[in-house]
T-cell receptor, first 114, second 115 residues
Framework: DVKVTQSSRYLVKRTGEKVFLECVQD?????MFWYRQDPGLGLRLIYF???????EKGDIPEGYSVSREKKERFSLILESASTNQTSMYLC?????????????FGPGTRLLVL | GDSVTQMEGPVTLSEEAFLTINCTYT??????LFWYVQYPGEGLQLLLK?????DKGSNKGFEATYRKETTSFHLEKGSVQVSDSAVYFC??????????????FGKGTHLIIQP
């Protein structure tokens, strides 16, 4: 079974703090993604990466950065947390097989910024 | 750009009722289509998928057929159970045959099944 883990289930931070959200997958997947989930808005793509040290902006990258130093690990960084970044953050990984891609998700990190 | 529209709910049904959750999409190419399910307090799990027109995805009694002519991928189940209570997300990907692009999600449908 594919396993995607996220470092924390719940996190409380203060405005202005630097926040690291970690994601690890154990299936040697090439592609990894960060989404945020908000009521009434569904899931929105923040950043993704298709290889080590590679990153691409998603739909809402502002206020975020990412790091992919190893294939299995994809980190989301909030340089200076703000209250509007309070959200559920979901990490996913995927593999292209036969030209098709399926994404597998971690359990999510619920972040509260005070 | 791509978009996915689904009924938001909450949808409340009695156990053993028939379920339909509508999903329509807008895409420039020929996307793959997915249904994901999120149980309370958990991440998203892939429920089923279809990669080309007229394909039917199925899993755990749920089915959805890729209808290109109506740009739809409605989720159905013949007899729902209390354990099916969750949030269901319809999604599409235009990354087939190429690199990863991320998924475009609908806003989710909250399904509540009453005993």
């Amino acid at each position: 079974d594919v396993k995607v883990t996220q470092s924390s289930r719940y996190l409380v931070k203060r405005t202005g703090e630097k926040v690291f959200l970690e994601c690890v997958q154990d299936m040697d997947h090439e592609n990894m993604f960060w989404y945020r989930q908000d009521p009434g808005l569904g899931l929105r793509l923040i950043y993704f990466s298709y290889d080590v040290k590679m990153k691409e902006k998603g739909d809402i990258p502002e206020g975020y950065s990412v790091s992919r130093e190893k294939k299995e690990r994809f980190s989301l960084i909030l340089e200076s947390a703000s209250t509007n970044q309070t959200s559920m953050y979901l990490c996913a990984s995927s593999l292209l097989q036969g030209g098709q891609e399926t994404q597998y998700f971690g359990p999510g990190t619920r972040l509260l910024v005070l | 750009g791509d978009s996915v529209t689904q009924m938001e709910g909450p949808v409340t049904l009695s156990e053993e009722a028939f379920l339909t959750i509508n999903c329509t999409y807008t895409a420039t190419g020929y996307p793959s289509l997915f249904w994901y399910v999120q149980y309370p307090g958990e991440g998203l799990q892939l429920l089923l998928k279809a990669t080309k027109a007229d394909d039917k995805g199925s899993n755990k009694g749920f089915e959805a057929t890729y209808r290109k002519e109506t740009t739809s991928f409605h989720l159905e189940k013949g007899s729902v159970q209390v354990s099916d209570s969750a949030v269901y997300f319809c999604a599409l990907s235009e990354g087939s045959g190429g690199g990863a692009d991320g998924l475009t999600f609908g806003k989710g449908t909250h399904l509540i099944i009453q005993p």
